[in-house]
């Protein structure tokens, strides 16, 4: 199906729904590399007027990627859900964006709504929407999930607790995580990037990361970021709480990360035998970032952002604990500077959320990208307003092992002390109880008798 649009007698043509999708997305450096971007801003504006006049029905007709070749497609088309669709099917891409930003639009009706939104429909309203529009839509979704806590409630906000060390030592890692909950961070997982996938370096670490959450009564999940075939083969004899992959958006991407839907399917149902859960079963953890698909040289023609937001159905068909877009971290060839990195992260966050996922942000960019550290704290406030669910919490904002810079244990305390924001709830009665926050969020003073300071001497 062909597209056109026209301004000051000049007419822009866009022969089909991925061309046009491509040519109306905000500028990123990732595109300009794969050819897809507009030539120019008019382009641009020409192609965003067009989509805004599509009917939301096309998205469920003409797919991106073609439904016989690609199976994230087919998981797409197979699994929408067509009575939740049913009250915004009349309309348009423009004014699908004006009932978001509506009234009518409440947290509720957005939580049934979710499962009736493609991908696809995600990323053509959000090409359409000013950054205060994907944060203004974003903080009225509420997604809400459970291990041993609670996790995106409104008003709260949680931290990944990140105590990656370059060469795996306990020591090191320990000390970090002390660090971490002593700052009050570590309610959304304690998750260690492994620097080696050796499925007995896995396994060392996942029994030091439960003994101490056992020794100490923590309300909060483990998890090591292997590869989710080597927490498959190691699930019989190490403490597996929560199963992590990284995701993308098309069959072929999916496949140079060694992965396909049937092998998660297959991780899913063993996590969840396991039972490890406390007060919920969600047993999933899934990454994503833009130009993924295109680092891979697998992203079909269709443009970055989204790419991105097709992993989304992938990770929502698993109903996970937590997915988080690490979203400065593969480089500028594919967001060039902080305003890049910035808009992507808040697109990311609203399309996630508007498809019902419990999004959290990887706050990060890398030291060759045109990005500072006043650029990742303006994202943190602007995710923060919005409503994200968790942000990392790296010691000094600073990943050694991974080489990039992120979000510290003091960036989260910001973020909850500006705006109000506490720990998962669970997680805040058990700070208290250490004598590590106050009733009002206030983080004590602790003595070099505290019981965490003795953890490993």
Known sequence: MAFKSTIQHKTYHFNDLRTLLAKATPFRSGDALAGLAADSYEERVAAQMALADVPLKVFLNEAVIPYEQDEVTRLIMDTHDAVAFAPVSHLTVGEFRDWLLGDSAATIALQQ??????PEMAAAVSKLMRNQDLISVAQKCEVVTKFRNTIGLKGHLSVRLQPNHNT????GIAASIVDGLLYGSGDAVIGINPATDSP???????????????????????????????????????????VFQSIAGTEQANKSFGIDIALLAEAHAAALSLQRGTVGNNVMYFETGQGSALSANANAGVDQQTCEVRSYAVA???SPLLVNTVVGFIGPEYLFDGKQI???ALEDHFCGKLMGLPMGVDICYTNHAEADQDDMDNLLTLLSVAGVNFIMGVPGADDIMLNYQSTSFHDALYARKVLGLKPAPEF???????????????LLSVGETHRLLGYGV
């Open 113 to 118: 709504l979710a499962p009736g939104i493609t």
């Open 168 to 171: 795996d030592d306990p020591k």
């Open 200 to 242: 007995q370096a896995v396994v060392t670490l996942l029994q030091m990361l439960d003994q101490l959450r056992q020794q100490f009564e923590i309300p909060t999940q483990s998890c090591v970021l292997c590869h989710v075939t080597t927490a498959m083969q190691i699930m019989h004899r190490a403490p597996v709480d929560l």
């Open 316 to 318: 929502r068909r698993f």
């Open 342 to 344: 910035i808009r992507a």
């Open 428 to 442: 805040e009665q058990w700070l208290q109880r250490q004598g590590i926050m106050d009733v009002a969020g206030k």
